[in-house]
């Protein structure tokens, strides 16, 4: 079965530094999104990307996050200046359809020090 | 802003024993999705549920919608030791374009002891 892949699996920064967050969706998928979990907490939207552009996004997806679709398969996230608090776990997700479940990544554990 | 509520936050279960783990949304909601999400993993989708008063089944599990969308419940019978994660519910508000911008509950965290 297709999955979402995400790269890297952990990756630990100072705070301040950039990090850019990887991920490949499902091939024919359209729909593109971000979400994160700060450990033990609930998961939250970020981002939803369709058609090129961004969607909709939430309060946390401030000035210093950004996404683009650089290539036919790539998803990143970009976060400029890390702050400790943007210590998660980042999904990235995917669907073929805007209605459609989504399939989320493994995820990428980000530790900001 | 939209809030999606579940309880119990945790759930111990004895192997073999049913459970019913709650969903409550502030808001209305087009739809509800479940998804499990296993220690150290990834939220894996279970199911959706669009119409009012919907029931799914997936072998021991049991969704329902509530009439008004805006709760749902999932009920496990015969818990299995396979049944370990923490469950969420999650729902796109019906003011959002986009039925990916999800809301999702806080998780039910079960455990299961054989």
């Known amino acids: 079965e297709p999955e979402v892949t995400q790269t890297p699996s952990h990756q630990v920064t100072q705070m301040g530094q950039e990090v850019i967050l990887r991920c490949v969706p499902i091939?024919?998928?359209?729909?593109f999104y971000w979400y994160r979990q700060i450990l033990g907490q609930k998961v939250e939207f970020l981002v939803s990307f369709y058609n090129n552009e961004i969607s909709e996004k939430s309060e946390i997806f401030d000035d210093q996050f950004s996404v683009e679709r650089p290539d036919g398969s790539n998803f990143t996230l970009k976060i400029r200046s890390t702050k400790l608090e943007d210590s998660a776990m980042y999904f990235c997700?995917?669907?073929?359809?805007?209605?459609?479940?989504?399939?989320f990544g493994n995820g990428t554990r980000l530790t900001v020090t | 802003g939209q809030q999606v509520m579940q309880i119990p936050q945790y759930q111990h279960v004895q192997e073999g024993e049913d459970f019913t783990t709650y969903c409550n949304s502030s808001t209305t909601l087009s739809n509800i999705q479940w998804y499990k999400q296993r220690p150290g993993g990834h939220p894996v989708f279970l199911i959706q549920l669009v119409k009012s008063g919907e029931v799914k089944k997936q072998k021991r599990l049991t969704f329902q919608f509530g009439e008004a969308k805006k709760n749902s419940s999932l009920h496990i019978t015969a818990t299995q030791t396979t049944d370990v994660g923490t469950y969420f519910c999650a729902g796109p508000a019906m003011t959002t374009d986009s039925w990916g911008k999800l809301q999702f509950g806080a998780g039910t965290q079960v455990v299961v002891t054989p």
């Open positions: 091939s024919n998928h359209l729909y």
């Open positions: 997700a995917s669907t073929d359809r805007g209605n459609s479940p989504l399939h």
